[in-house]
């Protein structure tokens, strides 16, 4: 394992002129735009990259870009890997690990995902603070990669209050308090979504959104003790009431209607770092 993420560290180096980033980004559903955003100077494709899993998501390109935003150096992973694809947990959070032994000293998470907040509007965005994992496992289990952090990772405070203070203040200059929320998401297998007893069960359960993915990141990230900023883009409603069958050209077009926000976002927290 830890051989696999060496070698997939030197071959990133070696086609980068040892390119050193600064901060690591995931573009999930409804951050793509970004990537366009990045002066990028490295694009290595994920199949060519010594053991990294390839992405089946038909809307998750498979590259990790390597430039500047706003100004800092970053690697951009323009795709990610769920649960729900198949790969083991060790896999989907491999592009993380890989990118802190790149030398990243941040990791900025994006997803799309059902608001289960009855306050939230479609196409806002949703700072996470706190997560619930109601993934079936995780990729800690197993023997512990003592190179690369503890066995027992304390999660106080998954989400960087540091992070999260630049977030709000980037949304204040933006203009775009009123469509940013702050809120806890919980992290499902998928890929079927949810029934409406589970919607209910997840807003009692005191989630403010849902989705399938960031928290394995997540928990790879504070093992690794990255701070991490991760933010939502509410795609569905999905509190009683607002409840309707799921298209997903529905959910593409709301993460489409976020995106300039999104973007605009994480360019601000980048710039700032
Ligand atoms: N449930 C789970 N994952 C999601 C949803 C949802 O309603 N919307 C976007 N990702």
Redesign the pocket.
């Known amino acids: 394992m830890l051989d696999h993420l060496h070698e997939a560290t030197a071959y990133i180096q070696s086609q980068s002129n040892s390119f050193l980033p600064q901060a690591g980004i995931i573009l999930g ?1 409804g951050l793509g735009a970004l990537a366009k955003e990045v002066e990028v100077e490295y694009e290595i494709n994920y199949a060519d990259i010594p053991h990294f899993p390839l992405s089946t998501v038909e809307s998750h390109a498979g590259r990790l870009l390597l430039g500047r935003l706003g100004g800092k150096k970053v690697a951009v992973l323009q795709g990610r890997f769920h649960y729900y694809e198949g790969y083991t947990m060790q896999q989907v959070v491999m592009p993380v690990r890989v990118l802190k032994l790149l030398g990243i000293s941040q990791l900025l998470v994006s ?4 608001g289960l907040n009855p306050d939230f509007n479609l196409a806002d965005l949703m700072l996470i603070d706190d997560h619930i994992n109601l993934q079936p496992t995780n990729p800690l289990i197993g023997a512990n990669l003592d190179e690369l952090g503890p066995r027992f990772p304390d999660m106080f405070a998954p989400y960087d209050a540091d992070l999260l203070a630049r977030a709000e203040a980037a949304a204040q200059e933006l203009g775009q308090t009123a469509s940013t929320r702050r809120g806890v998401y919980v992290s ?1 297998p ?1 890929p079927m ?2 029934t409406p007893a589970e919607y209910r069960y997840l807003r009692t359960i005191g989630a403010d959104a ?3 993915s960031t928290v394995p990141e997540v928990i790879a990230a504070r093992h690794l003790g990255l701070p991490v900023l991760a933010v939502s883009v509410i ?2 409603l ?1 509190a009683p009431g607002h409840l309707k069958p ?1 298209v997903l050209a529905d ?1 593409f077009a709301a993460a489409g209607q976020a995106e300039p926000r999104l973007t605009a976002l994480i360019r601000a927290v980048v710039a700032g770092l």
């Open positions: 559903t997803n799309a995902a059902g499902v998928g979504l949810e849902v989705g399938m795609t569905d999905c799921v959910i």
